[in-house]
């Protein structure tokens, strides 16, 4: 069974990042990028699916710039097997992103389709949705725990109050969400081993999308700035503030 | 312009965040319906027809739509799509998990966790962690929006709309419902609650949390946590506020022994009152805290308790 993952290259978790004084977007020159913490979990869970013996194959594939190779590279030093680079310098919205999966998903033929369930930059949370959508298969999003039995796939998800298990038909796209795993760093050899990995090239052009935007993006602005406030000296003090200035109890 | 919300509920009961979807839906400048999905769910129907400004309720009742499970939802809201210009969803984890297959099955692109509506075709989201806010103009001809119900009032009560039976789409047969572990809790919930006190790494213990919680039911207040403390076990994944948990927006939110990162702060900034408790006089907290209280939570947080207990609370 092939397990394919979708891997996304975006700013560093630890970056605060700026708006651009023109409004049109984020500032992102000489800001550290790292693969989207959602995708190594993605990485990880897939990996483990094939050191446990229940996946044969791991195949990593991200939609970016050149650079997203090296995204592709940290996927494959953490044990993914080979890369797919659908190379664009265009900002490529979820939906699109989901048509090309799709047709990642036909060339390649996996059983799986183990994402993760937001990118910490556009924050949407919506490309496995879409690609199960267009794919007419089962979702199982924001994935806490997965078992594989014969043809089905037993997702526990984390929803609003509390966890919801349910049981997928394969083939099935899969969201991982914060817990079902912590991602492993890549030893100095498997990242050397990595580099031998390979790594094929494409264009959205050679899979027939169209990636042109249908959001038009008017402006990128600072979010409302809270003013910082006092310090109290103690529990009584906070309380009389609480009650009496603020009067919110 | 004709929206339909599509309804955050229990089968017996209407939650919250329809109430404050059908506002956002409202903004839009047209009518108002909303699909209640559910098996025996003409309750949740009959509290949806009360809200103010809603036209009509649509109701579907099937097995297959008992838990909302995202393929068969799906496919019963695009067969209703046909004459709606936007289908509008709370952005809750229901929500997050159909909308965006309903949008792919329309061909539309989805926008996310909206906070504003600025006009029928325009809104303004939040992106990497709140840091910045965009605004889109969606060309697309149908809408599919799911909007932060922190953002939104609730719509009022005092409608009296009209409830229509409606068919439940075929079950595309991919997905089986098999158990649900929910917290049970007499506290508000936390995304609806006036106050809401949550706890970070520091508490160290799930057993600790104790502290936070007799301090929340003396204030009626919901609790909530930060991803280090879910992490370590020490409160459940529910309760987690944040870029990737819950977007939480009361009157009052009490911080204790969370040092303020940026993707807890996504989940909370927009509290009226913040209120830190942290030893630590550095921490990123106090830079938004209205009130900064340095000290060890471990004394603080009962002390904080006997106050209220004064004030008779
Ligand atoms: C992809 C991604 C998504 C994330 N999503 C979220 C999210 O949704 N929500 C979220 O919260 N985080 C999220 N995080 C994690 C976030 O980056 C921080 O790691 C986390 O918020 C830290 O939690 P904390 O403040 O409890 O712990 P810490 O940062 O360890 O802070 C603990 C604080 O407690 C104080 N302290 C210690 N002992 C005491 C004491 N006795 N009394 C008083 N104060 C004390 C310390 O001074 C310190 O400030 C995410 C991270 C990533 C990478």
Not at chain 2, 233 to 245: F, I, M, R, S
């Amino acid at each position: 069974m092939k397990v394919l993952v979708p891997v996304k290259r975006v700013v560093d978790a630890n970056v605060k990042v700026r708006v651009k004084a023109d409004g049109t977007g984020v500032d992102l020159s000489n800001v550290k990028m790292a693969m989207n913490p959602f995708c190594e979990i993605a990485v990880e869970e897939a990996v483990r699916l094939k050191e446990a013996g229940t996946a044969s194959e791991v195949v990593v594939v991200s939609i970016g710039p050149q650079a997203a190779q090296e995204t592709l590279r940290t996927a494959l030093a953490m044990g993914a097997d080979r890369g797919i680079l659908v190379k664009t310098d265009a900002t490529v919205e979820p939906l699109a992103v989901a048509k090309i999966l799709k047709a990642v998903v036909a060339a390649e033929g996996p059983q799986i389709v183990l994402l993760g369930k937001q990118a910490i930059d556009d924050d949407a949370n919506q490309t496995g949705q879409m690609l199960a959508a267009l794919l007419g298969w089962s979702q199982g999003t924001f994935a806490f725990k997965l078992v594989k039995e014969g043809d089905t796939l037993t997702v526990t998800r984390e929803i609003d109050g509390g966890l919801q298990t349910v049981k997928l038909k394969l083939p099935a796209v899969i969201t991982t969400d914060l817990r079902i795993n912590t991602p492993r760093y890549a030893s100095l050899p498997n990242i050397m081993k990595a580099k031998k990995k390979p790594i094929d090239e494409k264009t959205p052009a050679d899979y027939g999308v169209d990636v042109a935007p249908r959001l038009a993006v008017l402006k990128v602005s600072e979010p409302a700035k809270r003013k910082g406030g006092v310090k109290v000296d103690s529990v009584a003090a906070l309380v009389d503030k609480l009650k009496n200035e603020a009067g919110v109890i | 312009m004709r929206a339909l919300v599509i309804a955050e509920h229990t089968n017996s009961a209407l939650k919250d965040a329809t109430a404050k979807a059908v506002s956002a839906a409202q903004k839009l400048g047209g009518e108002v319906d909303v699909l209640i999905a559910g098996e025996a769910a003409r309750p949740a129907a009959e509290e949806a027809a009360k809200l103010s400004g809603v036209a009509k309720v649509l109701l579907a009742e099937a097995p297959s739509l008992a838990r909302q499970l995202a393929e068969p939802m799906a496919a019963l809201v695009v067969s209703l799509a046909g004459p709606y210009d936007a289908l509008v969803a709370p952005a809750t984890t229901n929500g997050k998990n159909v909308m965006p297959r309903v949008a792919a099955l329309l061909d539309v692109m989805q926008i996310s966790d909206v906070v504003s509506v600025d006009g029928p075709d325009t809104f303004t989201r939040p992106i990497y962690a709140g840091n910045a806010m965009m605004q889109v103009r969606s060309g697309d001809a149908k809408k599919v929006l799911t909007v932060r119900t922190a953002s939104f009032q609730a719509a009022g009560a005092g409608g009296s709309a009209a409830i229509e039976s409606v068919p439940a789409a075929a079950d595309p047969g991919l997905s089986e419902f098999v158990s649900e572990q929910l917290a049970k809790s007499d506290r508000p919930e936390l995304t609806s609650a006036k106050i809401v006190i949550s706890g970070g790494r520091a508490m160290a213990s799930k057993e600790n949390f104790a502290i936070i919680e007799k301090v929340a039911d003396k204030l009626g207040a919901a609790v909530g946590a930060s991803r280090a403390a879910v992490d370590a076990g020490y409160a459940p994944n529910d309760w987690q506020v944040g870029q990737t948990g819950k977007v939480v927006a009361p009157e009052l939110y009490i911080a204790v022994g969370i040092s303020g990162a940026i993707q807890h702060l996504a989940g909370m900034k927009d509290s009226k009152v913040i209120v830190a408790i942290n030893k630590d006089e550095e921490a990123p907290i106090f830079q938004i805290a209205d009130y900064g209280l340095v000290a060890d939570l471990f004394q603080a947080v009962p002390e904080l308790e006997q106050e209220l207990a004064k004030l008779g609370k």
